[in-house]
């Protein structure tokens, strides 16, 4: 749970907004709200600690959901094959606005793998679309109906 302090002091931390994207068919994108220099990381974890990453077996997943959910779900999710698990870092009707963030291959943001986090990185500048490259496995987002 977050105390007073945590929630005061993540106001100075908002750094971006969604607007309708500048990008063909994307839809919504993220813009920045103000200058964010190289490196510096967008979305500080310390301000999640009222919601631990959760693992849950595809076989529940599965039993909880129509198949269309499960499709948004393997796509909102990292899957561990060790567990057979989608990790849940966040509750799937409160998505952050870093799951926003659209490809392109001339993208202004890393998103690191390993501690999920997104660096900026070049400056970018109050107003700019932020974008990631998004891995060829991960730039399917039809949903195919099977």
Known sequence: MYSYNDLTSSLQDIKTCLQPSLIEGAGVGVFALRFIKQDEVLYDKKYWNCFKNYQVHWKDVRKLVEPKI???????????????????DVPLNMLYTEYYINHSHTP???????????????????????????????????????
């Not at 943001?109 to 970018?124: M, N, P, S, V, Y």
Request: glycine fraction near 2%; aromatic fraction near 18%.
């Open 108 to 146: 202004n943001l890393f998103w690191d793998r390993k501690t999920h986090e997104f660096f900026a990185i070049q400056d970018i500048e109050e107003g700019e679309e932020l974008t990631s490259y998004y891995r060829p496995d991960e730039r399917d987002w039809e949903f195919n109906e099977d």
């Open 70 to 88: 499960e499709k948004y779900i393997e796509r909102m999710c990292m899957y561990v094959p060790e567990t057979e698990s989608y990790i849940l």
